[in-house]
Structure formats: C-alpha cells, structure tokens
C-alpha cells in the first residue's frame, strides 16, 4: 500500500503521538510511543518498518475502508490485527503494558511469516483450520511468549505498571 497514501488518511485524524512509523489516535493510550517503540525493537534486535497504529477496531476498520479496502467484522474482540491488504499492524487493548508488548509482538510475527515461504504456504492452509489448530498463530503465540520472556529479563527495573 502506498506510504503517501496511508500517512494522509492518518493525518486526517487527531494523532496523539507518532513515533516513526507508529500512530497514536486513542487518547486514552496512556505509554510513551517512542520508548515503546525502542524497547520493542531493542528486544527483537531489529526495527521493522510496517506502520503500527493504536486506535479502536471501528477506527481501524475506517482507516482500512479510506484505503479502499473492504472492512472486517471480525475484530471486535481481537487485541490487534495485521492487516495485509493495506500493510498496517492495528493494535486494539492497550491498557496492560504487558499484554500491550505481546500483542505487538504476535502481530509483528504474522507480518515476518509474511515474507517466510513455509509459512505463506501454512496460511493458505490455516484458512480451512479452526483457530487453535492454525501454524501460523501457534508460530506467532510462541514467537510472542519467548520474546516477551526476554523482554520481561532485559527490561525487569523498567517496565510501568
Ligand atoms: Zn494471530
């Protein structure tokens, strides 16, 4: 999807903190985006450019239909999605600072399945699995549990609650 594109229909909305490519537009987010953003990508040992926008699955699905792009139903009890059609990491439940972290790192981990080709095949599969049987979300669960366990370490004297 076009970066251009994407930074304008952003833009068109209250952007409460931006971080590179991560977008705040919740108020009610109550972290600092960049030292997030930092400790995040320190942890993974590599800064990943898809956008990552905090904001509620309605807002999502808006942004999403401003791209052109068909709006889901399915995301009302998701904490967060990525979105391959237009390229965006959507988070939705923000509010535990943990939990935050894990969810940023499954979602960060569909999006590097993305560009693995055991797993491009996996995903086609997975669309005839019911959910807890899916490769592709196992895969994401324990990318997410082993970096949350290392992020947990480093950041012991860090981390808000
Ligand atoms: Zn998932």
Not at 85 to 107: A, M, N, R, S
Request: glycine content about 2%; hydrophobic content about 40%; some cysteine.
């Amino acid at each position: 999807m076009n970066k251009i594109l994407i930074q304008s229909v952003i833009h068109q909305r209250p952007v409460y903190q931006q971080s590179g490519r991560w977008f705040v537009l919740d108020e009610e987010f109550k972290w600092n985006l960049s030292t997030l953003q930092k400790d995040v990508f320190a942890c993974l040992n590599k800064a990943f450019h898809i956008p990552i926008i905090f904001c509620d699955s309605c807002e999502a699905n808006k942004i999403v239909s401003a791209l052109g792009e068909e709006e889901a139903e399915y995301l009302q009890f998701a904490s967060g999605v990525y979105w391959r059609e237009v390229g965006i990491i959507f988070i939705f439940k923000f509010d535990d600072y943990l939990p935050l972290i894990e969810t940023i790192f499954h979602e960060l981990r569909h999006y590097i399945q993305d560009h693995i080709p055991y797993y491009q095949k996996e995903f086609e599969l997975d669309k005839k699995r019911p959910y807890e049987e899916r490769t592709t979300e196992q895969d994401a669960f324990a990318f997410a549990a082993y970096y949350l366990a290392k992020f947990t370490r480093q950041n012991s004297h860090a981390i808000p609650s």
